[in-house]
């Protein structure tokens, strides 16, 4: 099955700093997700994107769905030592028998230091 | 409250045993899904059930079973079949099929099963 490419693999910043990372995909989504896991924890929703060219925030979070549908990123602002775990990108095509089955990224592990 | 109860937390079992993980949900979701988790590869599809009585395969069905009797419940078979059963197993579930992308609540997921298998 198809995974999408999630860069980078792990960050290590200092507290205050800002973070960014993406994903891309060799095939079009029309629903972009960014999920965050803690240690031992299922994944939660941060945010969701609906619409080429979307930018969202959520507090201190950005995330922007690419033009091109293949590609979106995350970024995290003034980062704070509760932002450590791994985020997720996810696409999926909603609609049709394809609704839910989402195409993972393979993480980016995120290190902040205080 | 509403979620996604999986269980057991951690799971030990030895090479050559099935082992059955739980998962129900009391959010009315018609859809329920299972993942594998292993370390740097994200998370892959295993099976997933859109409705009742029905299921299919995921991206790596193989070695796995499931059963669908109940809409607030999803069991995952690990078989002796599957030749790398070590790893964290997520169970998620969503709403039914929406008539526009933003209708759809996005999966939620439960705490996951860590299976270790010696």
């Known amino acids: 099955g198809q995974q999408l490419n999630q860069s980078p693999q792990s960050m290590f910043i200092q507290e205050g700093e800002d973070v960014s990372m993406n994903c891309t995909s060799s095939?079009?989504?029309?629903?972009w997700l960014w999920y965050k896991q803690d240690p031992g924890e299922g994944p939660v929703l941060l945010i969701a994107?609906?619409?080429?060219?979307e930018l969202t925030s959520n507090g201190r979070l950005t995330a922007q769905f690419g033009i091109t549908r293949k590609d979106s990123f995350l970024n995290i602002s003034a980062s704070i030592p509760s932002d450590v775990g791994i985020y997720f990108c996810?696409?999926?095509?909603?609609?049709?028998?394809?609704?839910?089955?989402?195409?993972f990224g393979q993480g980016t592990i995120l290190t902040v230091h205080p | 409250d509403g979620g996604i109860t999986q269980s057991p937390k951690y799971l030990f079992r030895k090479e050559g045993q099935n082992v059955t993980l739980s998962c129900e949900q009391n959010?009315?979701?018609?859809?329920m899904y299972w993942y594998r988790q292993d370390p740097g590869q994200g998370l892959r599809l295993i099976y997933y059930?859109?409705?009742?009585?029905?299921?299919q395969k995921g991206d790596i069905a193989e070695g796995y079973s499931v059963s669908r009797e109940k809409k607030e419940s999803f069991p995952l078979t690990v078989t002796s079949a599957q030749k790398n059963p070590t790893a964290f197993y997520l169970c998620?579930?969503?709403?039914?099929?929406?008539?526009?992308?933003?209708?759809?609540?996005?999966?939620?997921f439960g705490n996951g099963t860590r299976l270790t298998v010696t």
């Open positions: 998620a579930s969503s709403p039914g099929p929406p008539d526009l992308p933003q209708d759809n609540s996005p999966l939620h």
């Open positions: 095939s079009i989504f029309n629903t």
């Open positions: 994107l609906y619409k080429a060219g």
């Open positions: 996810a696409g999926y095509n909603a609609g049709g028998t394809s609704y839910g089955k989402l195409t």
């Open positions: 959010l009315n979701h018609d859809a």
């Open positions: 059930s859109q409705i009742v009585n029905d299921f």
